[in-house]
T-cell receptor, first 109, second 114 residues
């Protein structure tokens, strides 16, 4: 799986959009981009994934650049409960996910 | 909403003892996994399981570990002779289809080896 690079931490004001970047410059053509989050040592929670096109679900939006070398997870209206570590993972091997260090997002009132 | 459940939530054991961690995956899921996270470190893949056999395993999953689906609902991780370094959160996960990174994780079992 391609290596991903994320900032170690970010802050966001409650109610504002949280934009979490991820670089995956070595991603291969058949690798998807997955986002998970982990709230205070709970189990990782799947958020969203995509291959080429931008994706949106009830939790977040995923914007993937045209060259697929980077992506951004957008939480449109962050709440205090969105405080968590967010992991960007590229994967083509199915179920064996490789978690990195992630971005620790702190949502502040 | 269906969820993966794990028991116990916390287990304390003496070094050298056997431990069994239990998981009930989402009922219609066919693929099952164990991951672990040592305190302050990354989440690490241990093993995947399908059709009553191991599909993949990592280097961490050595001979002291085993997995089993003893009945139609439970999925267990056994550690035969625990070591201090086995202290970690162990997460069970399941998925509906193969070759997807969309896994559903349980809340974890914290294992403390003294």
């Amino acid at each position: 799986d391609a290596k991903t690079t994320q900032p170690p931490s970010m802050d966001c004001a409650e109610g504002r959009a949280a934009n979490l970047p991820c670089n995956h410059s070595t991603i291969s053509g058949n690798e998807y981009v997955y986002w998970y989050r982990q709230i205070h040592s709970q189990g990782p929670q799947y958020i969203i994934h995509g291959l080429k096109n931008n994706e949106t679900n009830e939790m977040a939006s995923l914007i993937i650049t045209e060259d697929r070398k980077s992506s951004t997870l957008i939480l449109p209206h962050a709440t205090l409960r969105d405080t968590a570590v967010y992991y960007c993972i590229t994967n083509n091997a199915g179920n064996m996910l490789t978690f990195g260090g992630g971005t620790r997002l702190m949502v502040k009132p | 909403e269906p969820e993966v459940t794990q028991t116990p939530s916390h287990q304390v054991t003496q070094m050298g003892q056997e431990v069994i961690l239990r998981c009930v995956p989402i009922s219609n899921h066919l693929y099952f996994y164990w991951y672990r996270q040592i305190l302050g470190q990354k989440v690490e893949f241990l093993v995947s399981f399908y059709n009553n056999e191991i599909s993949e395993k990592s280097e961490i999953f050595d001979d002291q570990f085993s997995v089993e689906r003893p009945d139609g609902s439970n999925f267990t991780l056994k550690i035969r002779s625990t070591k201090l370094e086995d202290s970690a959160m162990y997460f069970c996960a399941s998925s509906l289809i193969r070759d997807t990174g969309e896994l559903f994780f349980g809340e974890g079992s914290r294992l403390t080896v003294l």
